[in-house]
T-cell receptor, first 110, second 113 residues
Framework: QKEVEQDPGPLSVPEGAIVSLNCTYS??????FMWYRQYSRKGPELLMY????GNKEDGRFTAQVDKSSKYISLFIRDSQPSDSATYLC??????????FGAGTRLFVKA | DAGITQSPRHKVTETGTPVTLRCHQT?????MYWYRQDPGHGLRLIHY???????DKGEVSDGYSVSRSKTEDFLLTLESATSSQTSVYFC????????????FGPGTRLTVT
């Protein structure tokens, strides 16, 4: 079993839809939960991160952590074609290593 | 964008040849990382550096070596390239060990024939 599991998609939605992207993890010691966005043929860029449980909102994006279920989510409201990208969840292990999910490809159709 | 460049951006090489990829940063960050990205595997850490001449192995380090002689440069060498090393390679930097935010370079697409 991988430490971090993420559905690869692709996920295709119409413009304006609410998007839900999810990851599950197995290590209950993880404390930081991060979401990176990666456009095609580009490097990943940090979108947002949360510490421990709860929600964090940044504009149209909301990150949610449920430590009891070992489940994290990224919601995108009013999705735009410019949101089309691969979204990677990531969890630092506390040392130098960060575990990345394989990424979910999202397509937002105009 | 964080000041990270990678060279070359694309390379095709033959099995058995040595290859060196370069990562250059202008942010003066202490920590630098090399990852490879393959379909279905996400980003996997090859090697990392926590200072000049200070490096250590990641989870997929076999067949790779690194060097860091200056803060701004981190080199990844494939001593004898194999087809299994065909991948996209990303360099990343971070400011401090406790700051988990990593900034990524644009990537190098390497094909080993």
């Amino acid at each position: 079993q991988k430490e971090v599991e993420q559905d690869p998609g692709p996920l295709s939605v119409p413009e304006g839809a609410i998007v839900s992207l999810n990851c599950t993890y197995s290590n209950s010691a993880f404390q930081y939960f991060m979401w990176y966005r990666q456009y095609s043929r580009k490097g990943p860029e940090l979108l947002m991160y949360t510490y421990s449980s709860g929600n964090k909102e940044d504009g149209r994006f909301t990150a949610q952590v449920d430590k009891s279920s070992k489940y994290i989510s990224l919601f995108i409201r009013d999705s735009q074609p410019s949101d089309s990208a691969t979204y990677l969840c990531a969890m630092p292990t506390g040392g130098f290593k960060t575990i990345f999910g394989a990424g979910t490809r999202l397509f937002v159709k105009a | 964008d964080a000041g990270i460049t990678q060279s070359p951006r694309h390379k095709v090489t033959e099995t058995g040849t040595p290859v060196t990829l370069r990562c250059h940063q202008t942010e003066n960050h202490r920590y630098m990382y090399w990852y490879r990205q393959d379909p279905g595997h996400g980003l996997r850490l090859i090697h990392y550096s926590y200072g000049v001449k200070d490096t250590d192995k990641g989870e997929v380090s076999d067949g790779y070596s690194v060097s860091r002689s200056k803060t701004e440069d981190f080199l990844l060498t494939l001593e004898s390239a194999t087809s299994s090393q065909t991948s996209v390679y990303f360099c990343a930097i971070s400011e401090s060990q406790g700051n988990y935010e990593q900034y990524f370079g644009p990537g190098t697409r390497l094909t080993v024939t």
